[in-house]
């Protein structure tokens, strides 16, 4: 299984970045799909997950603001981000959730 996060980048406050994750190796419809972020010092935090047949779940802290959407025929889960806040600052990972499979994660850098 690999997972290929891209998208990360530097943006002002307020700013929008698409965070994508194309995955093989898997049945990527029978999964759900999730992105967790991490800064230094803190552990990995749930952000939101998506599955078929289910609406999508979100962190209190990004509801609203950030969209996970998925592409079954392209393999490949997005997370679009608005209204980004200096407190978004972390290392997104997207991740095949409850099987342990994770991607190389992005930087994404929110400037106040």
């Known amino acids: 299984v690999q997972l290929q996060a891209s998208g990360g980048g530097l943006v002002q406050a307020g700013g929008s970045l698409r965070l994508s994750c194309a995955a093989s190796?898997?049945?990527?419809?029978?999964?759900?799909m999730g992105w967790y972020r991490q800064t230094p010092g803190k552990q990995r935090e749930f952000v939101a997950l998506?599955?078929?047949?289910?609406?999508?779940t979100y962190a209190d802290a990004v509801k609203g603001r950030f969209t996970i959407s998925r592409d079954t025929a392209k393999n490949t889960v997005y997370l679009q981000m608005n209204s980004l806040k200096p407190e978004d600052t972390a290392v997104y990972y997207c991740?095949?959730?409850?099987?342990?499979?994770w991607g190389q994660g992005t930087q994404v850098t929110v400037s106040s």
């Open positions: 998506i599955s078929s047949g289910r609406s999508p």
């Open positions: 190796g898997i049945v990527f419809s029978l999964n759900t």
């Open positions: 991740t095949v959730v409850g099987r342990g499979y």
